[in-house]
């Protein structure tokens, strides 16, 4: 088994990986403990906060620049609402992730990745690399044909 393998939030694993550590483990235990570690990964909510706190940001500025109200904003920072994927990639251009940092977001609410074969995520994920605004992902979004964000 590839030793490298790192546990913990900054690294949740995707289902393929886990089954292939599963599969390789000599033994169960310290495999299963590693396992569980990396499910203990940070949820949505935390991991939004932690993105907002490394960008100086607010949840009221965060509402201003996503163009959602206060009362939404809060209620998905305070994990009382779940996003849906629409609105994590608003988020995502709002705030400027990387396309990384969207895949961990869109991962840790449990909503579907970015892929590049669909044609509105490889729009997407062109928004995202080139750090578009909201507006002009919009608008290219539209004008290749797909739903908008806003």
Known sequence: MN?????????????????????????????LNMIQDNLNAPGFSDL???MLEARGLTPHQLSSLAMLSRSFTYQL???????SRDIILRLSVVL???LEETQRL?????????????RRDAVMIYCLSHRLHLYDTDELLTSCGELALL
């Open 96 to 98: 400027e992730l990387t």
């Open 106 to 118: 869109l991962r840790a609410a449990q909503r579907g990745a970015l892929y590049p074969r669909i």
């Open 48 to 50: 939004l906060a932690q």
């Open 3 to 31: 030793e490298t393998v790192q546990s913990g939030p900054a690294s949740r694993l995707l289902t393929q990986e886990l089954e292939t550590i599963l599969q390789q483990a000599e033994t169960l235990q310290p495999t």
């Open 77 to 83: 920072c305070s994990g009382l609402r779940a996003p």
